[in-house]
């Protein structure tokens, strides 16, 4: 391979990689204690995790967003995924986790908000109350049966961003495009 070749690999490794570091993956968490049935089991201010994941390649702007994957461990009855699509988004000074348009849209939580936030980078914690307040968090089809949430208290709100894959193979390319240049130099060009 001749050089004026390993130069065009190395500049298009650059612009491969700088084009997949736009997407960042994030985590959203909601953690409280609740109180509802899944299944056939009944639960009693137990303690639960909501973690959410989105992209933010597929946001298509503050009011409505697919998310990636949504799991809600709750203590002492394990790990359930919610089966249908599910979004978050921001209404105002709220921010809601709803089922995607085929169920109806209902928000599963609303979560008020002294200021808006943008739901594309980390902040929180924000702590808020009885964030099921709408009552619509009702027999979500999950994978361990049909979950509903009839109360909730102490819950905390965050959103924390978690480095891409593609922002490791931009460093990466970086790092070949330089021992690339040092070596196309010390050769003799």
């Excluded at 004026?4 to 700088?18: E, R, V």
């Excluded at 994030?26 to 109180?35: A, Q």
């Excluded at 461990?73 to 921001?90: N, Y």
Aim: proline share 3%.
């Amino acid at each position: 391979m001749n050089k004026n070749s390993i130069l065009i690999l190395i500049l298009l490794a650059f612009l491969g990689g700088s084009q997949l570091a736009h997407a960042t993956i994030l985590n959203y968490s909601i953690k409280g204690t609740g109180s509802g049935l899944l299944a056939d089991t009944a639960f009693t201010n137990a303690a639960f995790t909501i973690k959410l994941q989105g992209d933010t390649s597929l946001f298509r702007g503050l009011d409505i967003n697919p998310l990636i994957s949504s799991q809600i461990t709750i203590a002492g009855l394990g790990m359930t995924t919610i089966i249908d699509e599910t979004r978050l988004g921001i209404n105002g000074n709220a921010i809601f986790f709803s089922l995607g348009a085929g169920n109806g849209n209902l928000d599963l939580f609303d979560f008020f908000l002294a200021a808006p936030v943008d739901l594309t980078h980390s902040f929180g914690p924000v702590v808020g109350r009885n964030v099921f307040g709408l009552y619509q968090f009702v027999n979500v089809d999950s994978s361990l049966g049909p979950l509903t949430f009839s109360s909730s208290s102490d819950v905390i709100f965050q959103a924390s961003a978690v480095p891409e894959p593609a922002a490791v193979w931009l460093l990466c390319a970086g790092f070949a495009g330089l021992l690339g240049f040092r070596r196309y130099f010390h050769t003799g060009a």
